[in-house]
């Protein structure tokens, strides 16, 4: 978690940090805070931890003392999701040494700070903060007591420090550099036109320069206004490797929505567009050479398992389905948090597909990592260009949504559910197990898909009308069968953690196996009903809601009549196969959720106890 930023030889130091950090604030946003290397050798630290406005806080504090004051110097910033030690302004980033002589900003987490910390205390430093990074600062005073440069005492930190970092460090005595240094946490580093830059991610730094590079693991780089240098754990000077993106900077931005959220569910139809441009023909034909596993070994797969996290996680339930009836080799979906402590068996000529929105899920990173230990093809299904998953498996499959802010995914589910059925498809086409006019129905229904989306989502209104009505309910229970489970556990998972309102999500035939006794007068059941041939057993399990008392809103199918009249509400969508239902089924349930959470005045782009990317256990 957390997001950091670095910037030198700025015409305004200040301006440019808290920029960047406007763009890191969906990575956490306990506090916020900068240090800068002031011209008289100093170091300025200014630091903010307000619940919902940090950010708000340290640019106030900033425009009365040093607006535009400082210029060209280095100048380093942090967003933070808290870990170790509460959200507090002393535990807010960056950390000083002891004399103040040097500031760091870390995302990760040092494993060994607390036996670091006791010895550094039993050695008379003396600790302000609660967190894991301060020993960082204070290794680094030591280092350098001790004689080494600046940038040798970081490459020292690399074999003291044990765990996660992107870490950035100035000090007083260099003030026009910033020296960084990463291990398995992100970090990239850029230079443009006599300014040196290094973020948490891409999105933070493409309106300032696409001169992008990746630091790799345990690489040190010191940057300077006109020039960077890599060196590795030893020393020794490396290439980093540069970065393409083309996401444009608006693209990042708001676009004249109130929010990150709404802006991005209504960039569904683009997103999906997006991600199956060039990946498919309506004659049923992929290409997915970008994949660079050859097509020789993907036809000897004879089993998936897909692992994941939230709504990843859902996406990967509905991509089973598409890879069984169309592949029509077996398909698991195991939750990453829970995979990655099992002992795990996979057989050999499993493909297992890591997905994850971020590509930086700690879970999900690990949980295929150790499918990879064990002589497996392993595939990322990911948003994030150059992201951790990106880099360790076999195999990327980009989905090509933009940069998602909102905390909540919306148009990267999307995005993955559509990317999965490509693979499916992909799958299909080399096992033969689909003819040329089944392959080529999929493919048309697929690339039908994003005008549906649009087609569904000028039915907001009538969805925001419907949730409206439910904005005071208390016990949501979202049910679905086959493929509109994971649409039930999406929608469920959109209410819980937008309008923190409680939302259980079952397969509706495991109701009556206990939950049925949780229903009564007052109860919410939210059914996925779009016509499949489970319709009817569905409707069966509705009427035993209604039996017990519960109200009933049902995703239906357009002018379906007969569930209409079945149910208290419907939330109406386009028909569509029941294969690419989840696309279409769980836009309602995202709007529903939303507009709960807006008449309980909630920051959807920003919910409470939450952060977009999960870098913890
Ligand atoms: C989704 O709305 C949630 N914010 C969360 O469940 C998320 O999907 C999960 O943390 C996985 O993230 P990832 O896709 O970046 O791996």
Known sequence: MCGIIGITGSDDTVAALLDGLALLEYRGYDSAGIAIVEPSNTIFRMRAAEQGGSLYHLANGLSKEKAGSLNHTAGIGHTRWATHGAPTVTNAHPHVDCTSALAVVHNGIIENHNRLAQELKSRGHTFSSETDTEVIAHLAEEQIAGGKSVKDAVIALLTILRGAFALALVHRDSPDTIYAARRTSPLIIGSESGVGLLASDVAAMIDKTRNLFELGDDQVA?????????????????????????WSTEAARKGGFPDYMSKEIHEQPTALSETILGRLEASGATYLEELEIEDSRLAAIERVLLVACGSSYHAALAGRHAIEAWAKIPAEVDIASEMRYRAMQIPANTLVVAISQSGETTDTYHAMRQARSQGVITLAVTNVVGSLMTREADGVLYTRAGPEIGVASTKCHIAQLALLQCLALRLADLKGTLSDAEKSAVATEILALPALVEQTLASHEQFRKVAERYAESRDFYYLGRRLGFPVALEGALKLKELAYVRAEAYP??????????????????????????????????????????????????????????????????????????????????????????????????????????????
């Not at 069966?540 to 519960?550: C, F, L, S, T």
């Not at 995703?555 to 939330?571: F, H």
Request: with cysteine; hydrophobic share 40%; aromatic share 4%.
């Open 508 to 617: 509706a035939g495991e109701m009556k196996h206990g939950p049925i006794s949780l229903i009564e007068p007052g109860s919410v059941v939210v059914v996925v009903a779009k016509r499949s041939s489970l319709w009817e057993k569905i409707m069966a399990n509705v009427e035993e809601m209604r039996a017990r008392g519960a109200t009933v809103i049902a995703v239906s199918d357009e002018g379906d009549e007969e569930t209409a009249s079945l149910v208290d509400d419907v939330l109406e969508t386009p028909p569509v196969t029941e294969v690419c239902s989840p696309v279409i089924g769980v836009l309602p349930l995202q709007v529903f959720a939303y507009t709960v959470a807006k008449a309980k005045g909630h920051d959807v782009d920003r919910p409470r106890n939450l952060a977009k990317v999960v870098t913890v256990e």
């Open 222 to 246: 010191e940057i300077r206004p006109e020039e960077f240098k890599v060196y590795d754990h030893l020393g020794v000077e490396m290439q980093p490797k540069p970065i393409r993106v083309g």
